[in-house]
């Protein structure tokens, strides 16, 4: 699902007044502040939208990569990464297909 479906899916499926414009602007703004949180974080920050799940982001520990052509190593630094955790009701959810 793409925003530009998030959007049109407000649209069909809600009350609401405001313009596609506006809506487009809410959930972007939304995103928006969904990566700020996410890219400001420190080492184990969680993000957690309730009924849908948790991001959480993790500190990688250095590790040596191979390229699978040459099979030269290397040293992969530390960097961090994210994982996300789905909550109970998506669970649910998926398990009921």
């Known amino acids: 699902m793409t925003k530009a479906e998030i959007v049109n899916w407000i649209l069909k499926n809600t009350n609401t007044k405001l313009s596609k414009k506006d809506v487009s602007k809410i959930v972007n703004a939304i995103f928006e502040e969904i990566i700020s949180e996410i890219t400001s974080a420190k080492d184990e920050k969680k993000i957690q939208i309730s ?33 996300f955790k789905p909550g109970k009701r998506l669970k649910e959810k998926i398990k009921a297909l």
Request: charged share 35%; proline share 9%; net charge positive.
């Open 51 to 83: 009924g849908f799940g948790t991001f959480l982001v993790k500190r990688r520990a250095p590790k040596i990569g191979r390229n699978p052509k040459t099979k030269e190593e290397t040293l992969i630094p530390e960097r961090l990464g994210i994982s």
